[in-house]
């Protein structure tokens, strides 16, 4: 144990370093602020209010969701890419009819998944992907990585995507979004799922009417306030928007010192002043 923490400590140096020689030729740039000041029981988003929402390709058809944290990075879950290969992968970013759209997919040239994920209760569900080419202008805005642990019981959030608008049914082809509550550690624990399914790196989160569903995963769990941080990235449930059982995510502020290094090559943003 005491070799993998001296492991784990040299990563997270080295990833410091890496990190402050990439600052240093990074463009300042500001995250969580979008141009303009289906889920179940959501409604759809409008142009520009989303921007670091992107959907997830595989073999050309969406599959999950991502959020953009940099210009060429997204976080996913693991689960969305896992055993794909990378060749399959590919992102749309700043769409809000999948359908209908005639942008072209974005190639994934890397995926970094967690290397704890349990591919049997998808504890550490989280994923970085890297793209071949950096987001152009016109369509890069990021959403803010959270700065530490902080209590988020009981907070207001929005989760986003393309997922089924009622449980069991098609998927949507416009972005849909909605606002959930978070619920505390303990509720989370104390859930229809039973305490052994769900692990502090989760949180759960969901609203009467009003949860992410299929096709909804690997999109962000977002808090609006002061400014757009990724606090969530969907993960599991059972069924949608039953009662007793919320969603389930990825706590991405659990996975800061693994975020740190898997994003050591990329110009993150930083929140308004």
């Not at 463009?27 to 520009?48: I, L, Y």
């Not at 619920?183 to 399914?197: P, T």
Request: with cysteine; net charge neutral; glycine share 10%.
């Amino acid at each position: 144990m005491f070799r993998t923490l001296c492991l784990l400590a040299a990563a997270v140096a080295a990833a410091s370093s890496a990190a402050a020689a990439a600052t240093a030729a990074c463009k300042p740039c500001t995250c969580g602020v979008a141009r303009r000041g289906r889920v179940v029981g959501g409604v759809a988003a409008s142009p520009g209010e989303m921007p670091w929402v992107a959907a997830l390709l595989r073999d050309g058809r969406v599959v999950c969701g991502a959020t953009v944290v940099a210009r060429d990075h997204l976080i996913t879950a693991t689960h969305c890419v896992y055993d794909v290969e990378v060749s399959r992968l590919g992102v749309l970013v700043g769409e809000l009819d999948v359908n209908s759209t005639r942008a072209r997919a974005l190639h994934v040239s890397h995926v970094t998944q967690h290397p704890d994920f349990n591919r049997y209760n998808y504890d550490n569900d989280i994923a970085v992907l890297r793209l071949e080419e950096p987001l152009p202008d016109a369509l890069y805005r990021a959403a803010c990585l959270p700065d530490d642990e902080e209590n988020l019981s009981g907070s207001d959030a929005v989760v986003s995507g393309w997922g089924s608008t009622v449980e069991k049914g098609p998927e949507s082809n416009i972005l849909m979004k909605t606002t959930v509550q978070i619920w505390s550690e303990e509720e989370c624990s104390g859930a229809g799922y039973g305490r052994s399914k769900v692990t502090p790196r989760m949180l759960c989160a969901n609203a009467a009417g009003r949860d992410a569903c299929t096709g909804d995963s690997g999109g962000p769990l977002l808090l609006s306030q002061p400014h757009y941080t990724i606090v969530g990235v969907v993960s599991w449930g059972r069924g949608c928007a039953r009662r007793g059982y919320p969603g389930v995510y990825s706590r991405v502020d659990r996975f800061l010192p693994w975020l740190r290094v898997a994003l050591r090559h990329a110009c993150t943003c930083t929140p308004p002043a």
